[in-house]
T-cell receptor, first 120, second 115 residues
Framework: DVKVTQSSRYLVKRTGEKVFLECVQD?????MFWYRQDPGLGLRLIYF???????EKGDIPEGYSVSREKKERFSLILESASTNQTSMYLC???????????????????FGPGTRLTVL | KQEVTQIPAALSVPEGENLVLNCSFT??????LQWFRQDPGKGLTSLLL?????REQTSGRLNASLDKSSGRSTLYIAASQPGDSATYLC??????????????FGRGTQLTVWP
């Protein structure tokens, strides 16, 4: 059974603290993603990574950084947490497929259970 | 930039009804389209994935169709049950970004099925 785990389900931090959110997948996936989800705004992509030590900015990278030192682990870092970063954070992973054939049908994104972060 | 829209935003139906959820996208150059389910406070679970060359996919009481040229997909749920209550999200993967796996999500349809 495929699995994406996140380090915490609920987290409460104070403004200005450095926050680490960890995500681990056991499917040997190349791609990993961090989203935040807010009511009325849907899922928004923060950062993604398509290989170890590689990262790409998503739609809302400001205030966040990421680290991918090992294939199975993707960390989201809030350098100095602010109240507007209170949100649900979701991690996902998927395999890499090519345009020509490839592993069609296997590039589904698998999501973790989410971390509800509150910044006071 | 790809934009994905889902209509309606919320739907409340009695148990047993057949229902249709709609998804539209602005750029028809997609690699595939996926439908996800999300229960309150939880992560997303993939329901169906339709490749751009396919017209539909079925899983149990769920059927998803894709009309790439018109930029539309529908999720059909037959004989709805209270356990189907959840938010349903549609997401597309663009061709140019296919190897990177980036998806564009709609905001979802919140479905309530009452007994």
């Amino acid at each position: 059974d495929v699995k994406v785990t996140q380090s915490s389900r609920y987290l409460v931090k104070r403004t200005g603290e450095k926050v680490f959110l960890e995500c681990v997948q056991d499917m040997d996936h190349e791609n990993m993603f961090w989203y935040r989800q807010d009511p009325g705004l849907g899922l928004r992509l923060i950062y993604f990574s398509y290989d170890v030590k590689m990262k790409e900015k998503g739609d809302i990278p400001e205030g966040y950084s990421v680290s991918r030192e090992k294939k199975e682990r993707f960390s989201l870092i809030l350098e100095s947490a602010s109240t507007n970063q209170t949100s649900m954070y979701l991690c996902a992973s998927s395999s890499r497929v090519g345009l020509a054939g490839g592993r069609a049908g296997t590039d589904t994104q698998y999501f973790g259970p989410g971390t509800r972060l509150t910044v006071l | 930039k790809q934009e994905v829209t889902q209509i309606p935003a919320a739907l409340s139906v009695p148990e047993g009804e057949n229902l249709v959820l709609n998804c539209s996208f602005t750029d028809s150059a997609i690699y595939n389209l996926q439908w996800f389910r999300q229960d309150p406070g939880k992560g997303l679970t993939s329901l169906l994935l339709i490749q751009s060359s396919q017209r539909e996919q079925t899983s149990g009481r769920l059927n998803a169709s894709l009309d790439k040229s018109s930029g539309r997909s529908t999720l059909y749920i037959a004989a709805s049950q209270p356990g189907d209550s959840a938010t349903y999200l549609c997401a597309v993967k663009e061709v140019r970004g296919s190897t990177l796996g980036r998806l564009y999500f709609g905001r979802g349809t919140q479905l309530t099925v009452w007994p």
